[in-house]
């Protein structure tokens, strides 16, 4: 099993940067294949970017594909977002997630294929 913990979240304004990091527990973090999402209110959690177990293969959402990156640190247990020229429409808790993969270079980016979540940190983009 994995804890995640992220953090990083907080006010900006438009067009500014954040990076947000999520640290997880356990010894087999390189083990697992690791996701971020986010959820507005009153709409559904949708996938914003993922990465493979090893970190040789990500995929990002279309609507974030130049701005966002996210990249882990094994060593560290840690995954991080890297947010550039941020929205107001992207407001949100972003949730950092966690799956458990033998295939070492599938990414997940549906939501039910994440079994580890974390608590979400609030992203806040004024205009």
């Known amino acids: 099993q994995v804890q995640l913990v992220e953090s990083g979240g907080g006010l900006v304004h438009t067009g500014g940067s954040l990076r947000l990091s999520c640290a997880a527990s356990g010894r087999t973090f390189s083990s697992y294949a690791m996701g971020w999402f986010r959820q507005a209110p009153g709409k559904e959690r949708e996938f914003v970017a993922g990465i493979s177990r090893g970190g040789g293969r990500t995929d990002t959402a279309d609507s974030v594909k130049g701005r966002f990156t996210i990249s882990r640190d094994n060593a560290k247990n840690t995954v991080y977002l890297q947010m550039n020229s941020l929205k107001p429409e992207e407001t949100a808790v972003y949730y950092c997630?966690?799956?458990?993969?033998?295939?070492?270079?599938?990414?997940?980016?549906?939501?039910?294929?994440?079994?580890?979540w974390g608590q979400g940190t609030q992203v806040t983009v004024s205009s």
């Open positions: 997630a966690g799956r458990y993969v033998a295939i070492t270079t599938w990414v997940p980016v549906a939501s039910r294929e994440y079994g580890y």
